[in-house]
C-alpha cells in the first residue's frame, strides 16, 4: 500500500475512539417533543411554512427561504406545530424555532421527486434534489450543499473529495457511516460527480479507521475515477484545507475556495445523505450522532430524528452522574452548551459529556516561548505572536501577522504548556478585525 | 443533572499532558548524567556548587516573589534549572559564596527584573555567568584536574600556550580540567539526545551551533586553510553544553524553524570567531548571549510564508 498522505503540521491529540467505533448505529428513541431550529446551517434563516396548531407530515417542509444560501427544514416526525418561538440552540444562542408535538404514527409526505437512477438524472435535477432535501454539510460546518454543486464560473471543477477523515477526537459517526453503508457513500460520491461533471472522485479517510477503508475500497472498485486515499491520522486531517493538500498536493491559496483549485470537498456523511433523498425522495431527516465521553454511560452511534434533544438521547445513553461540560462536536473544535435542551440540528456530529475533572478550569501560566503553537499550526502562522497581540488589543498588528487566516483549529491552544487561550485570544481578535473592516 | 454547574468554555476541551513544569523538570533530568560526572571527577566540592547554586537561585526568585507579592512560582522548576546550569558554568574552585551571589545576580538581574518567567530576553544562567567572570576574572579561571585538585589550565587555554594537545578520549569522557558540567560529551550528547527525543528541544539549535563550529574551526583554525581540529573543538570548552541546553533555552531562542537554525548557526560563529581570534580562549557565554539579543529581530524577520501566502 502507497503510505499515507497528510499534510505539515497539526498534532496529534488522544483518539478516544475505542468505545463507540465498533458500536453499530442503533436508532435512537424518537421523543415526543422535536425542535427545529430556523437556521439549521450557514446562511440566512428560513421563514416557517407552517402555524401554530398546523398538522405536519413526517418529511414536510416546514420551513424555506428564497435566500440563495440557505436549505429548507422539514419535520422529521407527523404531528402538530406546538409553538414557533425562540429557543435554545446548540451553537449556543437563542434562536426562532418550530416545535413539534410527535403523534407517533410517522406518517409520511409522498416523496417530492419521482426516484430516478443515476443514469437519467441531470446535474440540474440533482442540485434541485438536494436543495430540496435541505441537506447541508453533516460534518459540522452544514454549508448548504446545493450551493457548492454550483461553482462560480471562472472555477474549473476538476475532482470532487469526499471527507472521511474524522479527526476530531471521540467521533465515530462518519467512521460507523462508512463501515456499514459504504454502497452509500459511493453511490453519494458518484451523484456529486455528476452533479458537477468530474470524472475524480476521491475518498480520504484516516487510516486509524481501516474497516472502513477496506469497506469503502470494494464498494468503489467497480466504479473507475474513484479512489480511496489512506491519509495519516493526524489532526486537523479533515480541514478543508489540509484535506486537499494531503489528497492532491495543491494548497488551497488564502482567503480562495477549494472551488478555485478545482476542488469540492464534501463530508462522507453528506454523501450517504445525497444518496439516500435520490433514492427515496425524501429529505434530510435524521443523521448519525455519536454519544460519549466519560461521564456517558453507554456510549453509543445514533441514527438520530433531527429535532430529538440532548438530553432526550443522553437521557438514552445514561449520564453516570453531573458531568462538568457537555460538548456539541468534538473535544477540539466543539462548542459547550449551557442546557441539554438543545436539539440536534443537522450539523451536530457529537454530543459528549466530561467530568468534572476533565472540565476544570485550567491555571495559565507565563508564555515560555516554546514554540510548540508555531510548529503545530497547520497555517504556518505565528500563534505565539498572535495570541499576544490579541490578548493586548493590537489588531493592525494582528492582521499584518495574518490572523485572518487563522482557522481555529486549536492545535495551539492544545499543545501549550502554559495552558494559555492561544485560539480563544485569537478567535476574539479576528471578529475584532472583521469588525472594524466592516466599519 | 444540574445544568447549572456545566462548564461553558471555548474549545479545546482536551490538551496535551505536557505543561511548563513537567517540560523544566524533563530539562532538569537531561542534566542528571552532566551532574553525575561533575561529582564524579570534582568530587563532593562539585555537588555543593550545585546545591547552593540551586538554593540561590530558588531562594532569590522565591523571595523576589513574596517582596513584590506576586504568586510564588518556584515548583516550576526553572529557576532549579538556572541554578544548575549556572552551576555547570563555573570551575569547581571557585567559593561558594561566590556561586551563591552568582546565581543570585543570574535571577534577580537576568529574569525577575523583566517580568519572570517568559519575559527575560537573555538566558539567565549566562548572565550571572557572565557578571561573575567580570568580577572575579581569577577565580573563574582557576581550573583544577579532575580527581587530583591540581591547579591547571583547560584544554582550550592549553592550545592557546601551544601546549600538549589532549586527547580525544579525555574529551569525550570529561576527564578534563574545566567547568563543572561542561567537560563530559557524553553526559551532555546523552542528555541532550534525550531532550530532541521527547522533542523539548529543536535539533536546528544544536546541529546549527554544532556545525558551524566543526566547519569554522576546520577552516580557519590551523595552519593555513582547512588545516583546523574540528572535533578538538566541539569536544572541549563548553560548545556541547551551550548547544544542547544554552543556546536551546526556549525563552531567550527564537520560535521560528528558521530562527532556530540561524540561532545556531551565529552562536557557533561568534564561539568561534572569539575562541580563534579573541583575548578569551572560549567564546560560549558571549555568544549565547548576543544571540538571545537579536532573538526578536531574528523571529520577526523569519517568518514562514502562511500556508496558501502565495497565489498560484
Redesign the interface.
Known amino acids: 500500500m502507497t503510505r499515507a498522505k497528510t499534510f505539515v503540521?497539526g498534532?496529534y491529540?488522544?483518539h478516544?475512539k475505542d468505545r463507540t467505533k465498533a458500536q453499530p448505529i442503533a436508532l435512537a428513541p424518537v421523543p415526543e417533543v422535536l425542535i427545529y431550529p430556523l437556521c439549521q446551517h450557514i446562511g440566512a434563516p428560513c421563514e416557517p411554512l407552517v402555524a401554530v396548531g398546523d398538522r405536519v407530515l413526517r418529511g414536510q417542509k416546514i420551513a424555506d427561504s428564497t435566500a440563495k444560501i440557505c436549505a429548507p427544514i422539514h419535520s422529521s416526525v407527523s404531528g402538530k406545530v406546538i409553538a414557533i418561538e425562540p429557543r435554545p440552540h446548540p451553537n449556543?444562542q437563542s434562536t426562532m424555532a418550530i416545535v413539534v408535538e410527535n403523534d407517533g404514527l410517522d406518517e409520511t409526505v409522498a416523496p417530492f421527486v419521482e426516484p430516478k437512477g443515476l443514469d437519467e438524472l441531470s446535474p440540474a435535477e440533482i442540485v434541485e434534489i438536494v436543495r430540496e432535501a435541505g441537506i447541508v454539510g453533516l460534518g459540522g460546518a452544514a454549508f448548504p450543499t446545493h450551493f457548492k454543486l454550483v461553482p462560480p464560473p471562472h472555477a474549473k471543477i476538476e475532482m470532487v473529495i469526499l471527507n472521511g477523515a474524522e479527526c476530531e477526537?471521540y467521533l465515530t459517526c462518519d467512521h460507523r457511516t462508512m463501515v456499514e453503508k459504504p454502497e452509500l457513500v459511493v453511490q453519494g460520491l458518484r451523484i456529486l460527480m455528476k452533479a458537477l461533471g468530474v470524472n475524480q472522485g476521491y475518498i480520504g479517510v484516516e487510516v486509524n479507521k481501516p474497516d472502513a477503508i477496506a469497506a469503502l475500497s470494494s464498494a468503489c472498485a467497480a466504479y473507475s475515477g474513484i479512489q480511496v486515499v489512506p491519509l495519516q491520522v493526524k489532526y486537523p486531517q479533515g480541514s478543508e484545507?489540509q484535506l486537499i493538500?494531503a489528497v492532491t498536493g495543491r494548497?488551497?491559496?488564502?482567503?480562495?475556495l477549494p472551488a478555485d483549485?478545482g476542488v469540492i470537498v464534501n463530508n462522507v456523511g453528506t454523501a450517504a445523505a445525497v444518496a439516500e433523498a435520490v433514492q427515496t425522495g425524501l429529505p434530510l431527516m435524521e443523521r448519525v450522532v455519536t454519544i460519549s465521553g466519560s461521564m456517558v454511560e453507554r456510549p453509543q452511534n445514533l441514527l438520530v430524528r433531527i429535532g430529538t434533544t440532548f438530553g432526550d438521547l443522553?437521557t438514552e445513553c445514561g449520564?453516570k452522574g453531573?458531568?462538568?461540560?457537555?460538548?456539541n462536536g468534538g473535544?477540539?473544535?466543539?462548542?459547550?452548551?449551557?442546557?441539554?435542551d438543545v436539539p440536534v440540528t443537522k450539523g451536530v456530529t457529537g454530543i459528549?459529556a466530561?467530568s468534572?475533572a476533565?472540565?476544570?478550569?485550567?491555571e495559565v501560566?507565563?508564555?515560555?516561548?516554546?514554540?510548540r503553537c508555531?510548529?503545530v499550526c497547520?497555517?504556518?502562522?505565528?500563534p505565539?505572536?498572535l495570541g499576544q497581540f490579541a490578548e493586548r488589543g493590537m489588531l493592525d498588528k494582528a492582521e499584518e501577522?495574518?490572523i485572518l487566516?487563522c482557522q481555529?483549529c486549536?492545535c495551539c491552544?492544545?499543545?501549550?504548556?502554559?495552558?494559555r487561550?492561544l485560539?480563544?485570544n485569537i478567535?476574539l481578535a479576528k471578529s475584532g478585525v472583521l469588525a472594524k473592516r466592516h466599519q | 443533572m444540574d445544568s447549572s454547574k456545566l462548564l461553558m468554555s471555548s474549545s479545546p476541551h482536551q490538551f496535551h499532558r505536557d505543561n511548563t513544569s513537567r517540560i523544566m523538570l524533563e530539562v532538569l533530568m537531561a542534566l542528571a548524567p552532566a551532574a553525575v560526572l561533575a561529582v564524579f571527577f570534582f568530587g563532593v566540592r562539585a555537588l555543593w556548587i550545585m546545591l547552593v547554586s540551586i538554593a540561590a537561585a530558588v531562594g532569590t526568585e522565591a523571595l523576589i516573589q513574596k517582596l513584590t507579592g506576586r504568586p510564588i512560582t518556584i515548583s516550576d522548576c526553572s529557576a532549579a534549572i538556572t541554578g544548575l546550569l549556572l552551576a555547570f558554568s563555573v570551575p569547581a574552585s571557585l567559593p561558594l559564596w561566590m556561586v551563591a551571589i552568582g546565581a543570585a545576580i543570574a535571577i534577580a538581574i537576568g529574569k525577575a527584573v523583566f517580568g519572570g518567567l517568559g519575559h527575560n530576553p537573555f538566558n539567565p544562567a549566562l548572565v550571572g555567568r557572565a557578571v561573575l567572570l567580570a568580577s572575579w576574572p581569577a577565580q573563574m579561571t582557576a581550573w583544577v584536574e579532575p580527581f587530583t585538585f591540581l591547579t591547571t589550565a583547560t584544554p582550550l587555554a592549553a592550545l592557546g600556550l601551544e601546549s600538549a594537545q589532549t586527547s580525544y578520549g579525555a574529551l569525550f569522557l570529561g576527564a578534563v580540567p574545566g567547568s563543572l558540567g561542561e567537560t563530559s560529551a557524553l553526559a551532555i550528547i546523552a542528555g541532550g539526545l534525550y531532550l530532541l527525543w521527547r522533542k523539548i528541544i529543536d535539533w536546528r539549535i544544536p546541529a546549527g551551533y554544532i556545525g558551524t563550529v566543526a566547519i569554522f574551526t576546520w577552516i580557519f583554525g590551523g595552519e593555513g586553510l582547512c588545516g583546523g581540529d574540528p572535533l578538538f573543538h566541539v569536544l572541549s570548552g563548553a560548545v556541547l553544553l551551550a548547544a544542547f541546553f544554552m543556546a536551546t533555552d526556549m525563552v531567550t531562542s527564537p520560535v521560528t524553524k528558521l530562527g532556530r537554525l540561524i540561532m545556531g548557526i551565529g552562536c557557533g560563529l561568534i564561539t568561534s570567531v572569539i575562541r580563534l581570534w579573541g583575548a578569551y580562549p572560549e567564546g560560549v557565554t558571549y555568544a549565547v548571549l548576543i544571540m538571545n539579543a537579536l532573538t526578536p529581530l531574528i523571529d520577526r524577520y523569519t517568518q514562514p510564508r502562511r500556508f496558501g501566502g502565495v497565489t498560484r
Open positions: 503540521g498534532t491529540p488522544a478516544n449556543g477526537p484545507a493538500k494548497e488551497l491559496p488564502a482567503k480562495k483549485v443522553l449520564l453531573q458531568p462538568g461540560k457537555i460538548i473535544p477540539m473544535m466543539g462548542m459547550t452548551v449551557g442546557t441539554i459528549l466530561l468534572e476533565e472540565s476544570c478550569q485550567l501560566g507565563p508564555c515560555i516561548r516554546c514554540g508555531v510548529d497547520p497555517m504556518f502562522l505565528l505565539v505572536f501577522y495574518h487566516d481555529e486549536g491552544s492544545y499543545v501549550c504548556p502554559a495552558r487561550p485560539v480563544q478567535r
